[in-house]
């Protein structure tokens, strides 16, 4: 299936289109800050609207000084912070050393970080959270840890964005379809391909402002986001958290034309009496989880928005998307992007994809890689269905996975924790379906003794990120198992509760 010409314009003669030119990020944002220097490309919350010759020169100068700490090519740079031009500055002069970054995200607790510092081993730790120091520090003392600033010695001239297009720009963490966290590696031509795909099928341009309220170290703000931004030479209005009004606000006073959103975000904006004041947008899209069709209607009822739904993933970027013009289905994700090619394969079936944009593997995982790819498809462990008209719909998962509010949540890891709370025999973690965060992580516990909600969410908090606590916990009799001894989770709901 690659009818990827329905995202074409119609004078766009689809043997013109160059997705992977050899370039790299940095070479693409460089030329164009070089060519307009004077040209606001993003807004910082506290600092206002930065130039392409600020970013020029700040990625510059941080460049110098990453590399008189001895960061060097290939070396690995992990960055976590909010959302900022410094943020920014340092991710681009990191890239433009040939580093590659490592994005973390920011509600990481002790064990997440030690596992992401043991197993990527980078050279420096650029984080604007405090405590990280003694976590990581503690975990590998040679790791240098400095604040988004950078606020280390300059060090002379270096040679920049010497690199190629087949260079590692990127480590992104997930589970994949299976165990603890492992880093994806994505080359500088998987991230450039893929936003170039979106710059055509969006029609993104240099003229669009896009307010960005997604964190920087996932896919969707870092890679669709601030990537396609500064690729298209487009401007980004950087927005620390999410917050209704403030998104509201910064549409009107930056004359806003799209914004890119998680389907929590939209359901959180659907509801302010302020909703039709997203009409004025030229673009909303929604990705990174599945929008409701009954949302999706309901935001066009209220303000006219034809929400535009697309499918990515941390190892292949962006996928497959809705069309800009055209039908954009509820309930669908659309056809592949310029580029992409995507199968079903197997019963249920799950999509493969094959692309410029998909990684060559996990970072020091061989086994791990074996089992993602089938014959040079990449194994997404989403299963799919194609409609008559050829948009696809994602129906479900082969994989373990609970997604809420667009992060995502491996059961497993958050049953190891419950695991080892004192009153608990077993468990067994799942997804319930949520208005709100479209699914809630749910504990279903064997103990010897009641257990309150709050127990097992401060006890999972005080160990791991924010988002994997349950919000409920249930008490039960057994787990449900199978001969093989297997846990049976689809036959939880139906345990009594204790
Ligand atoms: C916050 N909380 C969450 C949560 N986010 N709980 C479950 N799931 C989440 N995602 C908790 C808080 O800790 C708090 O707990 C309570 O919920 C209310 O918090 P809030 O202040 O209302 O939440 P907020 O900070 O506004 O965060 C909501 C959000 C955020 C939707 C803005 O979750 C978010 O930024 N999501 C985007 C994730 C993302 O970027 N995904 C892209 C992955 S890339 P308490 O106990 O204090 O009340 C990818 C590939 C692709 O998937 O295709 O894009
Ligand atoms: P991540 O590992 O964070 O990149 O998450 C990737 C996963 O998010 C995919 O494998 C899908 O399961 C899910 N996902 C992304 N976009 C969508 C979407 N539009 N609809 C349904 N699921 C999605």
Known sequence: MSNWHRHLPKELDPSEIELTSGETLPTVWV?????????????????????AGDLLDRSEVIARRLANVGVELGDRVLLSATSSAELVAAHAAALRLGAVVVPTNG???????????????????????????????????????????????????????????????????????????????????????????????????????????????????????????????????????????????????YEATMFFGVPTMYNRLVQSPRAPEISQLRLCVSGSAPLAAELHQRIQAVSGQRVLERYGMTETAMLVSNPYEGERRPGSVGFPLPGVEVRLKGEPPEILVKGPNVFEGYWERPEANSQAFDDGWF????????????????????????????????????????????????????????????????????ADRDIADDEIKNFVGDRLSHYKRPRRTYRIGALPRNALGKVQKHRLQEQPII
């Open 31 to 51: 030329s164009n800050w070089k060519n307009e220097p004077e040209r606001t490309v993003i807004h910082d919350p506290s600092l206002g609207w930065i130039t």
């Open 107 to 253: 509600a990481y607790r002790a064990d997440e970080v030690t596992h992401v510092i043991s197993d990527a081993r980078p050279k420096i730790a650029i984080v604007d959270r405090p405590e990280w120091s003694d976590w990581i520090q503690s975990c590998d003392p040679t790791v240098l840890v400095t604040n988004p600033s950078v606020d280390l010695e300059d060090g002379p001239r270096v040679q920049l964005d010497q690199i190629g297009a087949r260079a590692s720009a990127l480590i992104g963490y997930t589970s994949g379809t299976t165990g603890r966290p492992k880093g994806a590696v994505l080359s500088h031509g998987n991230l450039l391909s893929s936003v170039r795909a979106l710059e055509i099928a969006w029609r993104w341009q240099a003229e669009d402002t896009l307010i960005l309220a997604l964190p920087l170290f996932h896919m969707h703000g870092l890679g669709v986001g601030l990537h396609g931004s500064l690729a298209v030479g487009a401007r980004a209005v950087l927005l620390p958290e999410f917050e209704v009004n403030e998104v509201l606000d910064s549409i009107q006073k």
């Open 379 to 446: 194994r997404t462990g989403d299963l799919g269905a194609l409609d008559a008209d050829g948009y696809l719909s994602i129906v479900g998962r082969a994989k373990e996975l609970i997604i809420s509010g667009g992060f995502n949540v491996y059961p497993r890891e958050v049953e190891d924790v419950i695991s080892q709370h004192e009153a608990i025999q077993e468990c067994a973690v799942v997804g319930e379906p949520d208005d709100e965060w479209g699914e809630a992580v749910v504990a279903f516990v064997v």
